[in-house]
């Protein structure tokens, strides 16, 4: 069984796009690199190779949209209406409709009858423009096709190195007006990989692009977990040949120490107010979980159990803790109040089930079990206790929801090779983000940034 909890969340600066009126006038800078590269001060290692996505399945209810070409992009160094297409439909939302050949940008009024014809529900347009000083210039408008309503759009001044961000807000903004919730696609995932005896921790974009090596070390690197803020990330380091929890400010690069107690000090996990971390710590003799100030300090122990406790996860309200027990005789989910007390069993099918994570919306929880001598991701409605397995592959392991509670990040081998990939609930869209050597394992998905 695991012995630690994955958990993390994406960093970046606050920043967002200005109204684009009908002829766009008004613009905001947008950078999200000085966190990542103040987590890496000190560490000139590579970017890692940039991932390959690709989208597989048909969902039942998917709005088909049309991005057509933004004017410029062909000369750019980033094609943003492919990157927001590939956005959306890993979605599983929506799916393309071919805008290819088509010339429109922000100011254009499209003949909308055509995209009806076309079958298409919505219609984005838009233009990239390198400015004189370097910098892009990046616009953008949304139609309702079927209403044939100007939905608006957004303006950006950005450098090179953040066009692929302009991208992802692009994409936001278009789930959101379009389904009325909030989009990720400018949040962030965390994972560690292994190349030879070298272990690093990334943190890359929601599409597994930009990664950028937040820490490496010859000892193992386990268990990231990023604050609710994303201006934190806590992890387990056994450089001093011993399990022991840190905590990074990402904005500094600098580090405290949280728990460093005789024994294994393992699986950090944050309280949704961010002041709390839950750990499992041997200390006291057997693997037990525990309570401890973010800060560090004294640790509370949660309750007595004979068994292995470990693995815990704050449910969405912060009033409950998940975590993974062989008390009954094999790894299942149990859930015990965040200030300790009796525990209660959550998983039933299945001799082994363990990586338990709550959807921030406190509806869903993702869990791997073993089903036939492999490892599947489960989802399970916590109201109903109906639980469903959501994938075809057998190497499955470490399970984080996406902010909006529509997706899961998960680590799972294809064809013999590691890779990241996310799913929707139903496991009906998949997005393979094929990383290209190493083990890669222990994904989780960082909390909604700031705009």
């Known amino acids: 069984m695991r012995i630690d909890r994955i958990s993390s969340s994406a960093s970046a600066s606050p920043s967002s796009g200005t109204d ?30 940039q991932f390959r996505v690709e989208i597989t399945g048909v969902g039942l209810t998917q709005l088909p949209i049309a991005l057509a070409p933004f004017r410029g992009e062909a000369q750019a160094p980033q094609k943003i209406s492919a990157i927001v297409q590939a956005d959306l439909e890993r979605s599983g939302r929506f799916v393309g409709v071919d805008a290819s050949g088509v010339a429109l940008d922000e100011g254009s009024r499209p003949d909308l009858a055509l995209w009806r014809q076309r079958k298409a529900d919505a219609l984005t347009s838009g233009s990239i423009t390198r400015l004189a000083d370097g910098r892009y210039d ?4 949304l139609w309702d096709v079927v209403k044939g309503q100007d939905l608006g759009g957004q303006s950006f001044v950005v450098t090179q190195a953040d066009l692929r961000l302009v991208a992802h807000r692009i994409s936001d903004f278009i789930y959101e007006k379009l389904t009325g919730e909030r ?56 450089e001093s040949r011993k399990p022991v929890v840190y905590v990074h400010d990402v904005s500094t690069g600098r580090r ?27 200390r006291d003799g057997g693997s037990q979980l525990y309570t401890i100030n973010a800060n560090g300090g004294e640790p509370r122990r949660l ?127 998949k997005a393979r983000l094929a990383g290209q050597g190493g083990d890669i394992r222990e994904p989780d998905w960082g909390p909604f940034t700031k705009q």
């Not at 990046?138 to 408008?141: D, E, K, L, N, S």
């Not at 393992?266 to 041997?282: E, H, Q, R, Y």
């Not at 993702?366 to 057998?394: F, N, P």
């Open 256 to 282: 405290r120490l949280i728990a460093n107690f005789r024994g294994s000090n393992s699986a950090p996990a944050w309280s949704p107010d961010g002041n709390t971390l839950a750990v499992t710590l041997s």
């Open 183 to 238: 989009g990720v696609f400018s949040t962030r995932i965390a994972y560690v990989t292994k190349v030879g005896s070298r272990y690093s921790l990334w943190v890359a974009d929601s599409d597994g692009e930009n990664a950028q090596s937040a820490l490496s070390s010859p000892e193992p690197i386990i268990s990231p977990a990023w604050s609710p803020t994303g201006t934190q990330l806590a992890y387990v380091s056994f």
């Open 303 to 429: 309750m007595q159990s004979s068994g292995i406790d470990t693995e815990p996860v704050f449910s969405s309200d912060g009033r409950s803790i998940y975590f993974v027990s062989d008390r009954g005789g094999s790894p299942q989910i149990y859930r015990v109040g965040a200030s300790g007390g009796g525990a209660e069993r959550v998983t039933f099918q299945g001799s082994y089930n363990i990586s338990p994570a709550v959807s921030a919306d406190g509806q869903w929880l993702a869990y791997i079990s073993r089903t036939g001598g492999g490892y599947k991701l489960h989802v399970m409605d916590l109201k109903s206790g109906t639980a469903t397995a959501v994938t075809d592959t057998t190497a499955d392991e470490n399970p984080s929801f996406a902010p909006n509670s529509r997706l899961v990040v998960y680590a799972t081998k294809q064809q013999g090779r590691d890779a990241l990939m996310t799913t929707t609930l139903d496991g009906k869209i």
């Open 20 to 49: 684009v009126p009908s002829q766009p006038a008004s613009f905001a800078t947008l950078s999200r690199r000085g966190a990542a590269l103040a987590l890496a001060a000190g560490c000139s290692l590579p970017t890692l190779a």
């Open 138 to 141: 990046v616009r953008f408008r």
